[in-house]
């Protein structure tokens, strides 16, 4: 395996799809099978994709084991993250226990958290656990907004080993300065990877060694294909097979963000239930479902 | 009782104290037990004082019987809010079960709601239960950002009692605009509450029925002063009042928010024991307590 793996690559963020307010396993399991034989680099189990902060502790646990289980070895990180450190502890053990590489840990916040207290949290983390730890940087969800001096802070922490930042400058250089930036503050052996799809291949062009993937998790094909062009040094055809997704990026920004749009392309394509989110999450309207089918079709993506 | 009780007056809001990751019961009955003794108008276990968010089912159950038990015949409501509709149905089964006469529920997010689903939220918590309901707007801690044509929608939900604002404008003019904006849209039997301590005789100044009050909750006294001398329709007295706590009002907006203050002035008082906020959250540091200690000796707030 490459130096920083499974931190390198493309990481597919599958969805923890609901039916009847309980995990649909059999529809889980049907989801993470695509993913191994699709031959993504990782596949992380939880993330906000998954749906953690709005389950269980047993809940969790489960979906961590099957993740596992139904892998076919490739590797597969964890999400952690919870309100109360003590929770967040308990789901590292139940991560080990399900044979979890990683895990990744978002500072979810009710009480905004200061930054000592962040610190502090993925310290007391750390130190728990032999696993190594993704910060996870998503203030659309947390709350929370990491400085790149945070970032160095953290990373200094020994078992931290990779960090998720929310997105990259537009514009390629900016985006190149951005990621030298961090490069520059954090340890060797973190790894920098990029969310927000539609600026996948700007980050991952401008240096990112990781892409934590929403789309690669229902659609890895398309995502493997970004992901294998910029990892080959072809910037401009990773340009390209983004700009081809564009009305997938476009219904991202217009439907709330990327896991409404994720769950309606599960359920066009049948691998989960109608209404797969967890309430008060709703799906998408009718006339938004509309347009997810026909960029499905319009991209030959349905197969 | 007056009509909209126990949605009028100083609803106060406990801490939950906790020591060593687990409730601490005998300092949080002793605090409730101040609080009925002080002969507050009602008391709101489990805002986001009362740290409802970090704690689980189990022990929000407990904790909403002990101050049922403590109250000494004050109305208690109970915070049931928490990111998956079904969590907050089970949380309304127990708070009835523990005898609340209310209950405050807020859009805790993860994922960014939209209005239609929080707006469900609230209608499937009403459809659930004959308690009523409390619309709690903390957009500091939720991530949701209410409109007013929202509130009117929410409110004519039957079973709405009241909504909770999170502030007014500081201007008295101002501020009467924006109340009588509020109730312009909202059936009559709808109380609004201030929230914001630091607002709050300017809120109750301009119409308000209710105060929801974090310093209620730890220094009923001053608190009380301020909400009595607005309901005998003296505002000048009100306000006066709320200028002599300012170095507390100085403290909430230096010390990020109200809550590791209101600890820290527990803990200061023998209340609760040290470090008593749930982990991540961390108390204030040494400077910062002893500010509060000078506050509570200036303002002989200590006995």
């Known amino acids: 395996m490459s130096p920083g793996a499974p ?3 493309l990481s597919a963020f ?4 609901l039916a009847d307010d309980a995990v649909d396993e059999p529809a889980f399991v049907r989801i993470v ?3 191994a034989t699709a031959g993504v680099d990782s596949i992380t189990a939880l993330g906000s994709t998954g749906s953690y902060a709005y389950l269980s502790r047993e809940e969790r646990a489960r979906v961590a084991r099957l993740a596992v289980d139904h892998s076919g070895g490739v590797p597969v990180i964890v999400g952690v993250g919870a309100l109360r450190t003590s929770r967040v502890l308990e789901n590292v053990r139940d991560a080990e226990a399900a044979g979890a590489r990683g895990l990744l ?5 009710y009480q905004p958290l200061a930054p000592e207290e962040v610190l502090e949290l993925f310290r007391a983390v750390t130190e728990h656990t032999d696993l190594p730890v993704i910060v996870y940087d998503n203030p659309g969800t947390t709350g929370f907004a990491f400085t790149t001096g945070l970032y160095a802070r953290i990373a200094e922490l020994p078992g931290i080993a990779s960090i998720k930042i929310p997105g990259v400058p537009e514009d390629a250089a900016a985006a ?6 961090i490069r520059d503050v954090v340890p060797r052996r973190v790894t920098i990877g990029i969310s927000g799809d539609a600026r996948a291949a700007t980050g991952l062009n401008a240096g990112c060694d990781a892409w934590y993937s929403v789309l690669g998790g229902i659609l890895p094909q398309p995502a493997l294909r970004i992901a294998r062009a910029a990892q080959a040094g072809d910037a401009g055809e990773a340009e390209a097979a983004s700009a081809r997704l564009a009305p997938i990026w476009r219904l991202f920004a ?3 963000g990327s896991l409404r749009v994720v769950a309606a392309i599960a359920e066009d394509l049948g691998l989960a239930a109608r209404d797969c989110l967890p309430r008060p999450l709703l799906g998408l309207s009718a006339p938004q479902r509309s347009r997810v089918a026909a960029a499905l079709r319009e991209l030959a993506l349905g197969d």
Do not use: D, K
């Open 33 to 35: 099978e695509r993913l």
């Open 176 to 181: 190149r300065t951005r990621v030298r930036e």
């Open 14 to 17: 599958p969805l923890t799809p």
């Open 254 to 256: 217009e439907c709330g």
């Open 105 to 109: 840990l978002a500072p979810v916040s």
């Open 7 to 9: 931190f390198t690559g």
